[in-house]
């Protein structure tokens, strides 16, 4: 994804470390004289270090701060030879000069994810960010994460769509944000309002499935698992190639969701308030339906142990079950918006579990048979899904031309609503932002 940059209008360094990936982006952008007013995106670097398998049963937090610490200053010293060479003819204060003699562009900004997430790790990348925004002299831009993935496909446009007129997608549109800590459904009307529709009441859809996956996968497979992300290890295990998801019947109504039969095994798993229509989102009871069946049959009280078949069956149940509730849900609330005249054009699914090839799948067959068949749905490419720093660049582009800065007092935010209507007051809630009169560029 690396690109030569024909002409920078705006040139940012990257930081993300809310969970337990380091990560660090250089990012540019660029627009094109008029007539063709195009939008362009380069990903100059783009790098993460992943906190591997702790055998802990998921993320340690002191583990992850350590990893954080030991390798955010060495990737970002890795990623400052590929910041632009500096031409010959611009300011000695926009250049930077690296240990080896080489000149490149400073960033004209330093961005890095402020919240939410863990408090500790947050530190630690804010922390760095302010320290290099004093050095080199430039504004800090301390990035909402989940508002990053929300704008991550509008990252991609920008990248891969070098004829693009406008960033797709435009507003507004339908967000589902998904990940291990994270399950949202918003109105995203514009860069800054977002607003709630659904939000989970327990558990978040990845930490469910990461949970279910401890339960089911065999357990050299987790020994062998690089990271914790059980989830994604369990949807691998359940479907071996995209032609056994066609083994998933996808509902065509909300009564065959409510009408589970038993299967040749005895058991079917419910979906989550299929008996309702209420906006929210509700987890835990799947993993507790999925640990009641493998405690009847782990050969205790004289039962069969549970065979590979119906371990990878309970796999696919568990999956489906939960991408179900995911898709239920927002039908519901496409179909509350069109009651009301708001058609939505879009549905935009991202973080980390939107990388799953059988939700790709799964939800846009639920939109088909459930009369959303025109709802265009948008995913990011797969190695955007997850946590990185090149959504939180792009997030601070945006933001940057808007006008905002953020001040170098600002501290990390372990919760941080999106919805400026929420108790906090959403995005420009948090405080400590400076707006500015968006840079002449």
């Known amino acids: 994804m690396l690109h030569a940059v024909p002409r920078r209008s705006l040139l940012t360094l990257a930081i993300e470390s809310s969970c337990d990936d380091t990560c660090v982006s250089i990012l540019s952008k660029s627009t094109t004289p008029a007539p063709s007013g195009c939008v362009q995106a380069h990903l100059l670097f783009n790098e993460k270090v992943t906190l591997r398998n702790t055998g802990k049963g998921g993320i340690w937090p002191p583990e ?14 890795t990623s400052l030879p590929f910041l632009p060479e500096a031409d010959q003819s611009s300011p000695v204060e926009k250049q930077l000069r690296l240990r080896d003699g080489q000149i490149k562009e400073k960033p004209d900004f330093v961005s890095v994810t402020r919240g939410p997430g863990m408090n500790q790790n947050l530190a630690v990348g804010l922390n760095t960010a302010k320290g290099l925004a004093t050095a080199w002299q430039v504004p800090l831009l301390g990035v909402h994460h989940m508002q990053a993935h929300a704008l991550t496909p509008r990252l991609a446009n920008a990248i891969e769509r070098h004829d693009a007129r406008s960033l797709q997608p435009d507003f507004p549109f339908l967000t589902l944000l998904i990940s291990g800590g994270h399950t949202m459904l918003l ?37 062998n698992a690089p990271d914790t992300s059980f989830g994604k290890y369990l949807s691998a295990y359940a479907f071996q190639s995209p032609a056994d998801f066609e083994s998933w019947s996808v509902p065509r109504n909300r009564q065959e969701e409510i009408e589970r039969p038993p299967n040749n095994f005895g058991w079917s798993i419910m979906t989550p308030m299929a008996k309702n229509r ?42 489906g079950t939960a991408f179900e509730h995911l898709g239920s849900r927002t039908i519901i609330a496409l179909a509350s918006l069109r009651d009301q005249g708001v058609q939505i054009s879009t549905l ?17 067959r639920m939109l088909d048979l459930r009369s959303f068949d025109k709802v265009n749905l948008v995913f990011p490419p797969v190695e955007l899904c997850t946590d990185n720093a090149a959504m939180i660049g792009w997030t601070g582009m945006e933001m940057f031309e808007a006008g905002y800065r953020t001040d170098l007092g600002c501290g990390p935010l372990r919760k941080w609503s999106m919805d400026g209507q929420s108790e906090d007051g959403g995005i420009l809630g948090a405080g400590a932002w400076v707006l500015q009169k968006p840079p002449h560029l």
């Open 64 to 77: 992850a701060l350590n990893s954080h610490q030991l390798h955010l200053a060495k990737l970002i010293d």
């Open 187 to 223: 109105h995203s009307k514009s860069l800054l309002e977002h607003e709630i529709l659904a939000s989970t009441s327990d558990t978040a859809i990845g930490d469910e499935l990461d949970k279910c996956g401890r339960m089911l996968l065999p357990l050299e497979v987790q020994q």
């Open 278 to 319: 209420d906006l929210a989102f509700s987890f835990s009871g799947i993993s507790s339906q999925i640990k009641r069946i493998v405690a009847d049959r782990d050969g205790q009280h004289g039962r069969t142990p549970m065979s590979k078949e119906e371990r990878v069956l309970l796999s696919r149940a568990a999956l």
């Open 348 to 364: 935009v699914v991202s973080g980390g579990v939107a990388a799953n090839d059988f939700l790709r799948v799964h939800l846009r």
